[in-house]
């Protein structure tokens, strides 16, 4: 069956533009996740989704960056005003139902900004 | 604050040599899972540990846990070129229902 899809796969944005970036988790599954990655580094959380429960924000590093999640399935996080420090890799992950779950993640999309 | 601490930053070892990674983490935890990472794209789900188990097989890897040390290893034996990767452990944080994902371990297989 189909994994978890991300687009772009490779995005450059000159600074100060907005983006969005889509994740299409597998069917079925409730949670999902956003992360992001620099190079070389760990992952840093960005944003929880489970079911219709209000999504965990916590990790968001400023207000330019938000998420959504439309009918419990795809979800868009669009940074906007972008800085060369946004610059990435954008991870989704979703999981069958708990956020304990094991993880599907997708191929990301590498954000570069000039 | 980091939840998963992975432990060395860096390893590189010989062909067919076993390599161990360790993580440590600092709440109680339902379970711990590692994942590994090829070319910085996405995490690729290895095995998961609950909070009461001990330890787990899979294939060449071994995964054990310790809640009293608040510590997991990852032993691969008989280490291959193709494992040459980023390893990573992840667990909940005081039982919250999302996992956090520790900085990593690199591990370099030389031939």
């Known amino acids: 069956g189909a994994g978890v899809s991300q687009s772009p796969s490779n995005k450059v944005t000159e600074k100060g533009k907005d983006v969005e970036l889509r994740c299409d988790p597998i069917?079925?599954?409730?949670?999902l996740y956003w992360y992001r990655q620099s190079l070389g580094q760990g992952l840093e959380f960005l944003i929880y989704f489970q079911g219709n429960s209000a999504p965990d924000k916590s990790g968001l590093p400023s207000d330019r960056f938000s998420a959504e999640r439309t009918g419990g399935s795809v979800s868009t996080l669009t940074i906007q005003r972008t800085q060369q420090e946004d610059s990435a890799v954008y991870l989704c992950a979703s999981s069958r139902d708990r956020g304990l779950d094991e993880q599907y993640f997708g191929p990301g999309t590498r954000l570069t900004v000039t | 604050s980091q939840q998963g601490e992975e432990d060395p930053q860096a390893l590189s070892i010989q062909e067919g040599e076993n390599a161990t990674m360790n993580c440590s983490y600092k709440t109680s935890i339902n379970n711990l899972q590692w994942y590994r990472q090829n070319s910085g794209r996405g995490l690729v789900h290895l095995i998961l540990i609950r909070s009461n188990e001990r330890e787990k097989h899979s294939g060449r890897l071994r995964v054990t846990l310790d809640t009293s040390k608040k510590s997991s290893s990852l032993l691969i034996t008989a280490s291959r070129a193709a494992d040459t990767a980023s390893y990573f452990c992840a667990t909940d944080k005081n039982r919250d229902d999302k996992i956090i994902f520790g900085k990593g371990t690199r591990l370099h297989i030389l031939p």
């Open positions: 069917s079925g599954h409730t949670a």
